[in-house]
Nanobody, 126 residues
Framework: QVQLVESGGGLVQAGGSLRRSCAASGRSFSNYGMGWFRQTPGEEREFVAAIKWSGGSTSYTDSVKVRFTISRDNAKTTVYLQMNSLKSEDTAVYYC???????????????????WGQGTQVTVSS
């Protein structure tokens, strides 16, 4: 069982930066692949970024490539999402998630993730 607590959301102007953090408690954080998803009202939750247990492999949705960076610190049991050059279309509730399935893999669909953070609003003003 893993509990995920997110922080670092808020309001930022277009072109600015935010860093999201997701702290995990529970056992064996390094056994989990981690991901970030986001959701806007009336839309399906969409994949943003994912990282495997060692941090050596990552994946991003096309719209955030180059601008966002996912990373993890297994010693601190925390995964991060650095968001740069933010755009108004990045406005959403962001969720971190943990996948206990094949931690060496990088999963881009939410069905692979068993544990979810509480979600935090990120608002980008234009």
């Amino acid at each position: 069982q893993v509990q995920l607590v997110e922080s670092g959301g808020g309001l930022v102007q277009a072109g600015g930066s935010l860093r999201r953090s997701c702290a995990a408690s529970g056992r064996s954080f390094s056994n989990y692949g981690m991901g970030w998803f986001r959701q806007t009202p009336g839309e399906e939750r969409e994949f943003v970024a994912a990282i495997k247990w060692s941090g050596g492999s990552t994946s991003y949705t096309d719209s955030v490539k180059v601008r966002f960076t996912i990373s993890r610190d297994n010693a601190k049991t925390t995964v991060y999402l650095q968001m740069n050059s933010l755009k108004s279309e990045d406005t959403a509730v962001y969720y971190c998630a943990a996948s206990p399935v094949r931690p060496s893999a990088v999963f881009t669909t939410e069905n692979w993730y068993a544990y979810w953070g509480q979600g935090t609003q990120v608002t980008v003003s234009s």
